[in-house]
């Protein structure tokens, strides 16, 4: 069994900076990729951005220049610092990892999700 566990979400300023992160502990045999995804309401959980393990990064548009993605592979833990922020960047975010079970399955987990609010 896999468990995320999120830290640092909160309510931030527009413009401001915040900083999120996820630890996964448990069965792991190896993680391939982490990532944050983020659901505002009454809209469709959307990526954000994912890393893998060698480092390699995916962002989605809207958060490109702003928002930077980092993996401790060591920690099993991914962060996303959050620079510049905007309103339209409140919504609950939840971590993802797609990884490797020490019984030889591979797995995708999820966090619980944690509230970012940016006040304007």
């Known amino acids: 069994q896999v468990h995320l566990m999120e830290f640092g979400g909160g309510l931030v300023q527009a413009e401001g900076s915040l900083r999120l992160s996820c630890a996964a502990s448990?069965?792991?045999?190896?993680?391939?990729?982490m990532g944050w995804y983020r659901q505002a309401p009454g809209e469709q959980r959307e990526l954000v951005a994912t890393?893998?393990?060698?480092?390699?990064?995916n962002y989605a548009d809207s958060v490109k220049g702003r928002f930077t993605v980092s993996i401790d592979n060591a920690k099993n833990t991914v962060y996303l610092q959050m620079n510049s922020v905007k309103p339209e960047d409140t919504a609950v975010y939840y971590c993802?990892?797609?990884?490797?079970?020490?019984?030889?399955?591979?797995?995708?987990?999820w966090g619980q999700g944690t509230q970012v609010t940016v006040s304007s």
């Open positions: 993802n990892t797609d990884l490797w079970t020490n019984a030889g399955l591979r797995a995708r987990s």
């Open positions: 448990g069965s792991i045999r190896s993680i391939n990729a």
């Open positions: 890393i893998t393990s060698g480092g390699k990064t």
